[in-house]
């Protein structure tokens, strides 16, 4: 898959139009998972999108380089005259009468909206199954139906399968970082102030944030840009020589299997060789999370107060998974709430003074490959261990209400893995100058 950048170039060139990329990417949509990773397919809104971007290039009025680019979004988005299911069937509304303005920049940007991606319901869960709408099933492996993570999973496999060239995504505890881990995609989480939330259907108003799927840091760095209503800047890259990089033991290693030991171990002695250095030591701000969040965070908290009159009219409606993690913020009060506020404020300035001298924290973005769905819809306990597991790692990035990126770090051909750089609040212009020095050297050749 052509990444951004080459899109554009081919684009300004005319050896290729935006009608082509768009019918080659509706055309895949039609086939193989597409029913699965598509909630709502637009192929004329599309199409006559595409036909607007080459005629504008043709007389050089094109509004960005990256004008005609088809791209997908994810099913929580507002987009004028469509419904925001959020992958569930419980919202039932009428179409929206704006974009949200993260869509709005980038109808703006010229970028052609395909459809609306399929997710985890109202993005309650990592793992990416929907029984509503059915699973897309992981690239890797397809024979046995594997997760494709979540909750972004029809973003992810749209980039994976060719249906879209970038996908829009949400990241409340790993949304984007985990179904790009498992499909060897490069996820991008920021700052949540970067991007508006407005338009987009909640679940914690304290954690979401917007990112994206592509197939490069350039690609989600650009979405990142346009989202956030700014032009993108040419990548800059930061040399591996030289970096300090901290990669803790503790917490995020726990339950780690074969495959992303050896990929995280193989990953390290890379940028090691290249010049990085990187301290391994335990960050004991890590080891209190568990606990901070064992009543169900900011999460269930701030859902449930969102879903209460939902879930009264339609309980039926739900995901049984979904509305029992809804249902745990019944439980916490008011006190519970206030002691998280002080909680993460203590963590958030906690963090901050372990990465004092580093250029980024390093760790692995999820500790597992992609299980079978099929063993997952089976048993009720290994679904919820995992599904934890999966989060642990992405979700300590939006406590810290810092930024992060996975990149792909395992072998061609062998189970997808994911390396995450992560740092602080408002560093995202730091983490996207080093994971392009570090993408060339961790990624699948």
């Not at 998280?340 to 924290?361: K, P, S």
């Not at 819809?377 to 290994?382: F, I, N, R, V």
């Not at 730091?430 to 990624?443: E, N, S």
């Amino acid at each position: 898959m052509t990444r951004l950048d080459s899109l554009a170039q081919a684009l300004d060139s005319g050896t290729t139009t935006s009608r082509a990329l768009t019918e080659a990417c509706l055309d895949k949509a039609e086939q193989g998972e597409g029913p699965r990773v598509f909630i709502q397919l637009d192929r004329d809104g599309a199409l006559a999108a595409a036909d607007a971007m080459d005629a504008l290039r043709k007389v050089g009025q094109h509004p960005s380089a990256y004008a005609g680019i088809p791209i997908s979004v994810k099913d929580l988005f507002d987009v004028q005259g469509q419904v925001t299911r959020a992958g569930s069937r419980v919202l039932t509304g009428a179409p929206a009468e704006t974009d949200a303005p993260a869509i709005a920049h980038l109808r703006q940007a010229g970028f052609v909206l395909v459809g609306r991606t399929n997710m985890t319901e109202f993005a309650y869960s990592g793992l990416g199954m929907n029984p509503h709408y059915g699973t897309p099933a992981n690239p890797w492996d397809r024979e046995n139906a594997r997760i494709p993570g979540g909750s972004s999973s029809g973003a992810a496999i749209s980039v994976s399968d060719g249906m879209a060239h970038a996908g829009i995504g949400s990241d409340t505890g790993g949304s984007c970082r985990i179904p790009a881990a498992l499909c060897g995609l490069t996820g991008y989480k920021p700052t949540q102030s970067r991007v508006s939330l407005k338009g987009t259907a909640p679940l914690s108003f304290t954690l979401d944030s917007i990112g994206s799927l592509g197939r490069s840091p350039r690609c989600v760095e650009i979405l990142d840009a346009v989202m956030a209503g700014e032009r993108p800047k040419p990548a800059k890259t930061r040399p591996v020589s030289g970096m300090r990089l901290l990669a803790p033991p503790n917490l995020v290693l726990d339950g780690m299997d074969k495959k992303v030991a050896a990929d995280f171990v193989t990953a390290v002695a890379k940028l090691r060789k290249h010049g990085a250095t990187v301290d391994e030591r335990v960050v004991q701000p890590l080891d209190r999370l568990p606990k901070i969040n064992a009543k169900g965070g900011f999460a269930a908290a701030e859902a449930v107060h969102w879903h209460k009159a939902l879930m009264a009219k339609d309980p039926d409606g739900y995901d049984p998974r979904v509305i029992t993690r809804i249902r745990k913020g019944e439980s916490q009060t008011a006190a519970d709430y206030i002691t998280l506020l002080q909680d993460r404020e203590r963590f958030i300035a906690e963090m901050a003074h372990e990465l004092t001298g580093y250029d980024a924290l390093i760790l692995p973005t999820v500790p597992t490959v992609a299980p079978k769905i099929a063993d997952l819809d089976a048993d009720e306990q290994l679904y919820g261990d995992t599904n934890l597991l999966m989060l642990r790692n992405p979700s300590v990035i939006n406590f810290l209400d810092g930024c992060a990126i996975s990149l792909p770090m395992h072998e061609p051909g062998s189970a997808p893995t994911g390396i995450m750089i992560a740092q602080t609040s408002k560093q995202d212009q730091q983490i996207f100058d080093i994971a392009h020095g570090l993408f060339p050297l961790v990624k699948p050749n």
